[in-house]
């Protein structure tokens, strides 16, 4: 049985007024729909039909096949019409200026005449993997951009967008939530989040744990007496009593030092609290939310968390992924936080150069969602154009060794483009080389050439 449904081919159209060449790149790459032009009004022709992905330019086209002026005139009709296209532009000797003009207009790349069909097609594949990761940062943020999400959480991935789901359905009951996660990967805003479509009429208090010395943390949760201890000038209420009809968020609690968990138990228990000095209850309805980085199981085990106030805490249980693990949303939180932050300081109009994207979604991002925030803000300053590259992000430039020439670093590109599709399509090599937008014999030849493993 054939495939009917098999995926379409990626097209490259070639504009060449040299029917040779147009022959020769019809014929050198497999992978692609090839399409063919050698003028402008035929080249728009088959832009505006076709809206290929990928277009090699070559400058010299009739009526001025020895100069540049139609082929800029293409160019700049190309990127109005289609401004995602990557255009890679053919030059011949010497025409430095020329090339350094069609990068400045938009152009994606070039390539010196005469053609090496095997450089020139790295410079392709790569085009149409980054027209592809463009394409899919644009569709998820389409669709994060369906509805307000739960407490402005952005978020196009599966496993996020199923944690939000989770912390919807719950927020109404009256149950104690426990977000897992490591740092930085948007547990107080989930708690917020949580809090707001609980409807709840009270506070949204939150306390971190870890932040306050333990000597004060009681003080602090619990509140204290006029003259209970010195220092004590005024009667001070407790985070807790501050939530009172609101939600309570104990931020780091498997940083809570266990004489004080027995009395965050005692509380969960009977519902009253007594202020430091104190010798009245005071009851107190608040729904309390905790997170921690830590191993809490690992903890209970080890008897330095107390069993009983851990299931007091955790009627349900929500492990927040890592934004590793949320294919895609890395770019789109990295494009959001772009936005927001030039905008706030008035440095408005950045976007993003291809070799920070990629550089991007590289990175495993150690420090999460606050990690790429702290880059994102410094980068805003830092960058000196409209683009924010990769070097002002801080990032590949400092984790490679200075490339040689051009042609190192599009390997490197190249090679990290690949391993990251791989892993991405779990060592399948079709799922692969449709993420990379190439053929399966492209895909195996540039494994083979880089020694890369499935
Ligand atoms: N999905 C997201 N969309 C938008 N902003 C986010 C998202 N996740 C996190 N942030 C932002 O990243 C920063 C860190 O998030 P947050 O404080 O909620 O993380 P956390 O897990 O509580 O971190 P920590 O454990 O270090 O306290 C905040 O500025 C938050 O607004």
């Known amino acids: 049985m054939t495939d ?33 032009a050698g003028d402008r009004e035929s080249a728009i022709t088959l832009l505006r039909a076709e809206e290929p992905a990928v277009v090699t330019l070559d400058l010299g086209l009739p009526p001025d096949p020895d100069g540049t002026s139609e ?19 053919a030059s011949g000797h010497g025409a430095r200026e020329s090339m350094l003009r069609a990068i400045a207009m938009g152009a994606w790349d070039f390539y010196q005449k005469p053609i090496d069909i095997d450089a020139l097609g790295l410079i392709v594949a790569r085009a149409f993997h980054v027209h592809a ?13 369906n509805g307000p999400t739960l407490g402005g959480i952005i978020t196009g991935a599966d496993e996020m967008l199923k944690v939000t789901r989770t912390i919807e359905r719950v927020a109404p009951a009256d149950v104690s939530v426990m977000l897992l996660g490591a740092s930085g990967t948007g547990k107080e805003l989930l708690a917020r989040g949580l809090h707001e479509a609980s409807r709840r009429k009270g506070a949204f208090v939150a306390i971190n744990c870890a932040a306050i010395p333990e000597t004060l943390l009681e003080s602090e949760l619990f509140g204290h007496e006029k003259g209970a201890f010195t220092g004590a000038v005024k009667t001070t209420e407790g985070k807790i009593e501050q939530a009172q009809g609101g939600t309570l968020f104990l931020d780091e609690i498997g940083d809570v030092p266990l004489p004080l968990q027995v009395k965050l138990l005692r509380f969960l228990q009977e519902r009253v ?21 830590q191993d809490i199981d690992a903890m209970v085990a080890a008897a330095t968390f ?14 927040i992924p890592s934004l590793a693990e949320r294919p895609g949303d890395a770019g789109l939180l990295a494009r959001h936080l772009l936005h927001k932050h030039a905008t706030a300081m008035k440095l408005g109009g950045k976007s993003f150069a291809p070799d920070a994207l990629d550089a991007i ?40 060794p200075e490339p040689i020439n051009l042609k190192a670093v599009r390997e490197a590109a190249d090679r990290r483009a690949i391993a990251h599709a791989l892993a991405r399509a779990e060592g399948n090599i079709s799922g692969t080389a ?6 399966r014999p492209t895909l195996y030849d540039l494994m083979r050439a880089y020694d890369l493993q499935p």
């Open 361 to 400: 979604d590289a990175w495993q991002w150690p420090g999460n969602v606050r990690e790429l925030e702290n880059r994102v803000k410094r980068a805003v300053i830092m960058a000196e154009g409209k683009q924010v590259t990769a070097a002002d992000l801080d990032l590949a430039p400092g984790d490679a």
């Open 306 to 319: 107390r069993e009983d106030l851990y299931y007091r805490l955790a009627e349900i249980v929500v492990r």
């Open 273 to 293: 609290i007594e202020r430091i000095g104190g010798r009245k209850p005071i009851a107190v309805d608040t729904r309390v939310v905790c997170a921690t980085h």
């Open 71 to 89: 082929g800029f005139a293409v160019l700049e009709t190309i990127l109005a019409l289609k401004p995602d296209t990557k255009v890679i532009v």
């Open 4 to 36: 009917s449904k098999a995926a379409p081919l990626p097209k490259l159209l070639v504009i060449e007024d040299d029917a040779g060449l147009q022959r020769q790149l019809r014929w050198a790459y497999e992978g692609y729909q090839i399409l063919t």
């Open 434 to 439: 449709r993420l990379l937008g190439i053929s």
């Open 133 to 145: 990761l463009e394409a899919e940062n644009r569709r998820l943020a389409a669709r994060a951009g």
